[in-house]
């Protein structure tokens, strides 16, 4: 496997159908269909817009199309992938593009087959641990932002609301600030419709801008 | 290094287009060009029409063959074409059917 039997050079474009018996490497285009007996891997600088037909099939580039493997589709960090899956075995990598259906055959594979292979693929302990260091911090932080950010805008609003009339009496003391926004929405049926749809659409707003960054 | 090569058990039905090297063991159909040089091995089966900057021939071509260099044919190979090119040899042994045209 070393050698694969054809190699698709990052300069070449192929429209039209690759089929046969041995390993596929492509580096290239190719717009069509590919049916090989053997492992296809598509490399980083692969675009491929094709149904795939291979005992094993890995991506590392762009690819439109549906795989279909009789042993197994990995697709790794950094690909983008389009299209269905239908292998007894899939892999996604974390750093992996994909949006598509996934078939996986149902109970004919025994669970045993798959834990021996995954260990087989070369480039995976590599890919692997360096993508989880990137998105780990990420969950970590936007919770913090999230859970110290509204309490004190909700506090405010409602003070100033509730400045006017007398404070509330009716809202029993409370011990904690995160306790007071939460009783003051509940309790007050007044002032609370302005107030509440104003911190949903900050909240939401707080999530879009940090979602679009 | 060649950076293409359609492997012995490789079928291509289209069309191949490269800027680079393309060396064939297995077969194409349909239409194969490069920027670069075309190596068609002994084995190895083209029904296409050929255009690179050079194509050498040891195995089966059908089809016409443009090169804007040369092309060699060489012994066991078997050309059924036409040929145009600036250089052409065929060595002994080779089998060639068609029309060449070297711009005279």
Redesign the interface.
């Known amino acids: 496997m070393a050698d694969?039997?054809?190699?698709?050079?990052?300069?070449?474009?192929?429209?039209?159908?690759?089929?046969?018996?041995?390993?596929?490497n492509v580096?290239?285009r190719i717009e069509?269909t590919i049916e090989?007996?053997g492992e296809v891997v598509f490399e980083e600088t692969s675009i491929i817009q094709s149904e795939v037909t291979a005992d094993r099939i890995v991506v590392r580039g762009a690819l439109a199309g549906d795989l279909h493997a009789s042993d197994s589709v990995v697709l790794e960090a950094g690909c983008k992938v389009v299209g269905d899956l239908d292998a007894p075995r899939i892999r996604i990598d974390e750093g992996a593009l994909f949006r598509g259906r996934i078939e996986m055959g149902g109970g004919e594979q025994s669970p045993t087959p798959a834990r021996k292979a995954a260990p087989q693929a070369r480039t995976t302990p590599r890919t692997a641990p360096a993508t989880p260091a990137r998105t780990a911090p990420a969950p970590r932080v936007a919770p913090r932002a999230r859970a110290a950010e509204p309490p004190p805008e909700v506090e405010q609003e409602q003070e100033q609301e509730a400045a006017p009339p007398p404070p509330p009496p009716p809202v029993p003391k409370p011990r904690k600030p995160r306790a007071t926004a939460q009783a003051a929405e509940a309790t007050d049926d007044g002032p609370p419709p302005p107030v509440v749809p104003a911190l949903r659409k900050k909240s939401k707003g707080a999530v879009r801008k940090r979602g679009a960054r | 290094m060649a950076s293409t090569v359609i492997g012995q058990g490789i079928t291509i039905e289209g069309e191949v287009t490269a800027d680079e090297e393309v060396i064939v063991q297995g077969i194409i159909r349909g239409k194969l060009t490069t920027q670069d040089a075309v190596v068609v091995e002994a084995g190895a089966t083209i029904e296409a029409d050929v255009s690179a900057a050079s194509v050498v021939v040891g195995g089966n071509v059908t089809g016409d063959v443009t090169a804007s260099d040369r092309v060699d044919l060489q012994a066991g190979g078997k050309l059924v074409g036409d040929v145009k090119a600036a250089r052409l040899t065929i060595a002994d042994g080779a089998s060639f059917k068609g029309n060449v045209d070297m711009d005279v």
């Open positions: 694969s039997e054809a190699i698709i050079g990052q300069g070449t474009f192929i429209r039209g159908n690759v089929r046969g018996d041995g390993d596929l580096a290239g069509g090989v007996r």
